[in-house]
């Protein structure tokens, strides 16, 4: 648990110096972190409306 956390910071201030693409990388590990400390079943409708979200996204850059 605590080499992942620590491989977690790591990640996270790599990241403070790379670009704007990189940076959206860093926000989803960030709400996985987030799921993570939730109980299931928030976690569960959370991770099916991000889920949803993420699809109707890709659908949109893909058709436009």
Do not use: D, G, H
């Not at 790599?14 to 987030?34: C, G, Q, T």
């Amino acid at each position: 648990m605590k080499i992942e956390k620590q491989y977690e910071e790591q990640i996270i201030k790599s990241l403070n110096k790379v670009p704007f693409e990189m940076k959206k990388i860093k926000f989803i590990l960030f709400l996985a972190k987030y799921f993570n400390k939730l109980k299931r079943e928030k976690a569960t409708l959370l991770k099916i409306a991000f889920f949803t979200y993420t699809i109707i996204i890709s659908i949109l850059y893909f058709t436009s």
